[in-house]
């Protein structure tokens, strides 16, 4: 709780110190800290999410998590590693559930996939470089063509 309350006051500080040049145009995949994998590609991202890869190198099952399907930054998230918007990705999974594969679970907020990913062994999640904080380890940095700092700039009003 400490840490997410000093996440917060200093994206609040960059916020004030930096006003409208902070930028937010990467999305940062993390994993909890005590995973063992250190790296992944973005076409490995991809599988993982499209619930193709189960299992990592070290042997532990995958979970990858998504925010709501309407949350604009996983609306970003899908558009980059499946070129296609959550939408569109509905009926790939109509057809995945036909032959028993699951979509990736999904959580109500960043909080909710801060505490997940940290709790969950095999969890992988996605977050706006000022929603990062301890709890979780950053394994790769998508670049998005978009900016999202009004997701950043709206989660330090919050709080």
């Known amino acids: 709780m400490r840490s997410t309350i000093l996440t917060h006051f200093l994206c609040l500080l960059l916020l004030l110190f930096f006003s409208n040049n902070i930028r937010a145009d ?8 005590t995973s063992s994998v250190e790296k992944l590609t973005l076409k490995q991202l991809e599988n993982i999410y499209r619930r193709k890869t ?57 909080e909710a996939m801060l505490r997940f990913v940290e709790d969950t062994p095999g969890t992988i999640g996605y977050l706006l470089p000022c929603q990062v904080d301890d709890r979780v380890r950053v394994i790769l940095k998508l670049p998005v063509s978009e900016s999202l700092e009004n997701l950043c700039k709206k989660e330090a009003n919050l709080h």
């Open 26 to 33: 990467e999305i940062f995949v993390v994993i909890g800290k």
């Open 54 to 110: 189960l299992i990592g190198e070290d042997g532990e099952r995958w979970n990858p998590i998504n925010l709501s399907a309407n949350n604009p930054l996983r609306i970003a998230f899908a558009q980059k590693i499946f070129q296609q918007p959550p939408e569109v990705m509905e009926a790939y999974w109509n057809a995945q559930y036909f032959q028993g594969i699951m979509p990736p679970y999904v959580v109500n907020s960043v």
